[in-house]
């Protein structure tokens, strides 16, 4: 099974993500990255964000931010599910 990669721009961090981040980290399923900069200097400034396997999710919130990416996360392990089974099926 492929670990989710959650990623956090250390430039969102005085948005509260690092507290996200730092929970993150603590599940063995998720590859947890800060990078100096992901290149969405807008959002980054704007509201809190991260990468979900390469998809930004964005909120007005930390809390929001968290729970958004708990449905990303959920709905990307869905759809890879149903892409399996329909190679599986060819």
């Known amino acids: 099974m492929l670990k989710t990669m959650i ?10 993500t690092d507290r996200l981040m730092k929970k993150l980290e603590a599940n ?5 990255i800060e990078y100096g900069c992901l290149g969405n200097c807008g959002e ?8 979900v396997n390469g ?12 729970e ?3 449905k990303a996360i959920v709905k990307q392990k869905a759809d890879r599910e149903a892409l399996d089974r329909l190679i599986d099926d060819m």
Do not use: K, Q
Not at 44 to 51: E, H, I, L, T
Not at 55 to 66: G, N, P, Q, R, Y
């Open 68 to 70: 958004r990416m708990m």
């Open 28 to 32: 063995p399923d998720y590859d947890v």
């Open 7 to 16: 990623e956090f721009c250390a430039s969102n961090m005085h948005h509260g």
């Open 55 to 66: 998809e930004i999710i964005a909120a007005d919130s930390v809390e929001e931010l968290e």
């Open 44 to 51: 980054c400034y704007m509201f809190p964000f991260g990468m």
